[in-house]
Nanobody, 131 residues
Framework: EVQLAESGGGLVQPGGSLRLSCAAS????????IGWFRQGPGMTREGKSI??????????YYADSVKGRFNVSYDNAKNTVYLQMNSLKPEDTAVYYC??????????????????????WGSGALVTVSS
């Protein structure tokens, strides 16, 4: 079993940047594919991840809504996945969750993670983009 803890959320102006961290404990990322989901204010959590990363070879996936602005990376020594968010927009305001799945068909991140296939969730980090 793995425990996930996000950090790095906060308030940022439109056009600004934030970096979220997702630290794992209890297990290493080797056995999982890690993704980021988000839940906007007054909305349900999105059913597909906005990004994911395969820590075995670094392959990534990005949803069109964040492609070119967000970058996901990992540090195996720290057992931590990062989500660097640039050029933030008010519509990026959300609680961001990191998530882990053991499903083998998500290896290599050729498709977004599905909410129903997640084995472990972090508790979330609030990102507010506002002037």
């Amino acid at each position: 079993e793995v425990q996930l803890a996000e950090s790095g959320g906060g308030l940022v102006q439109p056009g600004g940047s934030l970096r979220l961290s997702c630290a794992a404990s209890g297990d290493t990322f080797d056995s999982y594919t890690i993704g980021w989901f988000r839940q906007g204010p007054g909305m349900t959590r999105e059913g597909k991840s906005i990004s994911c990363i395969d820590s075995s070879d670094g392959r990534t996936y990005y949803a069109d809504s964040v492609k070119g602005r967000f970058n996901v990376s990992y540090d195996n020594a720290k057992n931590t996945v990062y989500l660097q968010m640039n050029s933030l927009k008010p519509e990026d305001t959300a609680v961001y969750y990191c998530a882990a799945t053991r499903k083998n068909y998500y290896r290599l991140c050729t498709l977004p993670l599905d909410y129903d296939d997640i084995n472990y969730w972090g508790s979330g980090a609030l990102v507010t983009v506002s002037s």
